[in-house]
């Protein structure tokens, strides 16, 4: 159990916390966010891109890749 002057000082701590990092404190109050499926689904086609590059299967590396600029498009990266 912490005492009283322990307890001001954490409410203290804490205070200065979320004014210095905000976005910070905002994420450690929602908790940890997991990967969009987006960026997921732009992973799993380039790494399949990569893997059939190697094996030399040319076209379906060049439709992966295709996939890979669609799924990016669709989240709406862009290129600046």
Do not use: N, Y
Not at 16 to 25: G, I, N, S, T
Request: net charge positive; aromatic share 6%.
């Amino acid at each position: 159990m912490l005492s009283e002057s322990e307890r001001r000082s954490l409410a203290e701590i804490e205070h200065q916390f979320r004014l210095d990092d905000p976005l910070l404190d905002g994420r450690l109050a929602t908790g940890r966010a997991g990967p969009k499926p987006t960026t997921v689904l732009a992973v799993l086609f380039a790494a399949i891109g990569t893997f059939l590059l190697a094996m030399g299967v040319l076209g379906a590396a060049i439709g992966c890749f295709g996939m890979v600029s669609v799924v990016l498009l669709l989240r709406g990266t862009t290129w600046r």
